[in-house]
């Protein structure tokens, strides 16, 4: 059975919290998944008053924390 969302979570690299979440369907191309991340990242520091560059994104569960 095929996936119908992938979630993704938003981590501040500077303190390593998570502080989004989101969920694209699986049959988006590459290109829009990647383009709604960005608007989501763009969202979250505006948001957040954070510099966009210590935002990053990485398939919920993953695990990569950093220290």
């Not at 998570?18 to 699986?26: E, G």
């Not at 049959?27 to 560059?53: F, M, P, R, T, V």
């Not at 990485?58 to 220290?67: A, D, K, S, T, Y």
Request: hydrophobic share 40%; glycine share 6%; with cysteine.
């Amino acid at each position: 059975m095929e996936k119908e969302f992938i979630c993704y979570e938003f981590v501040n690299s500077q303190t390593g919290n998570v502080i989004a979440y989101l969920s694209l369907k699986a049959g988006l191309s590459k290109e829009d998944q990647h383009q709604q991340l960005e608007k989501k990242k763009a969202s979250l520091a505006i948001s957040n008053k954070i510099y966009i560059a210590l935002i990053f994104w990485q398939e919920q569960g993953h695990g990569i924390r950093l220290p």
